[in-house]
């Protein structure tokens, strides 16, 4: 059974950088066929997908978030990671990871979430 | 186009069938998946592809699609299927993901 767990500051200070990190477990993200995508949820909002990336690490941003957005993978570890710079407010949201089939298309696995608060 | 338009909200009485519906352009091009999200939990893959359950999901739950729209349709809901639902799918491009805003289900 597939598992992906978020980790990573539940808080991060405006205009500083937001890391997490996905860990996949019971799959390995180098065996290919999925995309790796980071989701995130406004309070009470909708889904926003943010970016995905293969295990090869070519990767998709979403275009509002293009500029701030970096996903990377390290396929040792079985990780692949999101970094947002420049934080504001409107950045607080529940993070998720989640896997993406290429053949089948829909995100399948997903992490608990993660809540992060951008906040001095 | 890279928008999914969904209804806000729906109702449906207790046992009753009910469809949900998802716009966009890109559908015309490429399937949509639906997932439900109870609250407080991540969302649930409920269907995707041209009409396919993953394991575990209910057969109430099925899929459709013609032009421009994708449907969702639960036959007979249960007080169990109250939740958001939310279709996904891929811009005109193929590249980029995207989301419906989200449909709110209330089973009276």
């Known amino acids: 059974q597939v598992q992906l767990q978020e980790s990573g500051p539940g808080l991060v200070k405006p205009s500083q950088t937001l890391s997490l990190t996905c860990t996949v477990s019971?799959?390995?993200?180098?065996?290919?066929?999925?995309?790796w995508s980071w989701i995130r949820q406004h309070p009470g909002k909708g889904l926003e997908w943010i970016g995905y990336i293969y295990y090869s690490g070519s990767t998709y941003y979403n275009p509002s978030l293009k500029s701030r957005v970096t996903i990377s993978v390290d396929t040792s570890k079985n990780q692949f990671s999101l970094k947002l710079s420049s934080v504001t407010a409107a950045d607080t949201a529940v993070y998720y990871c989640a896997r993406e089939s290429i053949a089948a298309a829909g995100f399948d696995y997903w992490g608990q979430g993660t809540l992060v608060t951008v906040s001095s | 186009s890279s928008e999914l338009t969904q209804d806000p909200a729906v109702s449906v009485a207790l046992g009753q069938t009910v469809r949900i519906t998802c716009q966009g352009d890109?559908?015309?091009?490429?399937?949509a998946s639906w997932y439900q999200q109870k609250p407080g939990q991540a969302p649930v893959l409920v269907i995707y592809?041209?009409?396919n359950r993953p394991s575990g999901i209910p057969d109430r739950f099925s899929g459709s699609s013609s032009g421009n729209t994708a449907s969702l349709t639960i036959t007979g809901a249960q007080a169990e299927d109250e939740a958001d639902y939310y279709c996904?799918?891929?811009?005109?491009?193929?590249?980029?993901?995207?989301f419906g805003g989200g449909t709110k289900l209330t089973v009276l």
């Open positions: 592809g041209k009409n």
């Open positions: 890109s559908l015309r091009s490429y399937y």
């Open positions: 019971g799959g390995s993200i180098s065996s290919g066929g999925y995309y």
């Open positions: 996904n799918s891929r811009d005109s491009s193929g590249n980029y993901v995207v």
